[in-house]
């Protein structure tokens, strides 16, 4: 049988071959998820005392002849597909495989750590689905590590809980303020923000040299930094309010960054 699919690959041009093997992964990703549930409803069933086990581990030694190490990877991964359904749904989707959802597995194997993993989770998944495998290890890394200090990831959790934001008009200014939250969202809004700070200076240094032509580089631009970073806040704002998928009704789209 090998022979012949390894056949039916000789026959298949360099595109076909490789959009077959980016379809052969999803499906692998796909039947992956399904053997987890199945394995986390026999879990969650005692299933392996049917049998005479004393524990899943022995269950699925005896059931799928795996390694130790193969064993206590799937009931890992049984389990905390059990306990954050939305890995398994990733899984069983293609957007992630199995190996990102073992790094952020660690987590939950962690003693210090697995308290807070329902909570954290699903942060990891969302910078899993973006990244590649490498960035997302060397995060959990980083992520264990900063547990490990006394009182650092209580401190974690803490900003994550009391999380906050608030959009206000005051005397006719705008004031806006926002607090707390988890490393990896603060490093992706705060390279939102700085995106479009630098649109906002590039749109200055345009509008300069469309002025004064050959002596701009000798003249102040149009506006300030903090007046650019104001501007960019307030761009962010309008380009999210014009997006499809906006909350409500917002303002006409405006030049995208």
Known sequence: MFAEMLEAAVELSGDELDEAVRVSEVELRRRQAEHTALLAVARSRGLYR?????????????????????????????????????????????????????????????????????EVAPIYLERAEHVAFDDLRADIDQFLLFADHEGAFAELASRLEHRTASVNESMGSLDVWVSGGDPITASRVVGIFEAFVQHEFERDLAARREQHSDDADALPLPRTAAQRRFDAVVKIFDTAAAAPDAAGDGPAAVDAV
């Open 50 to 118: 049917r049998d005479g086990h004393h524990s899943m581990s022995g269950y699925l030694r005896a059931t799928i002849n795996a390694s130790p190490g193969e064993v206590a990877r799937q009931r890992l991964l049984a389990e905390v597909c059990d306990r954050v359904p939305a890995l398994g749904e990733a899984l069983a989707a293609g957007r992630v495989g199995r190996s990102q959802v073992e790094q952020i597995a660690r987590i939950h194997a962690n003693p210090r750590t697995r308290e807070f993993f329902c």
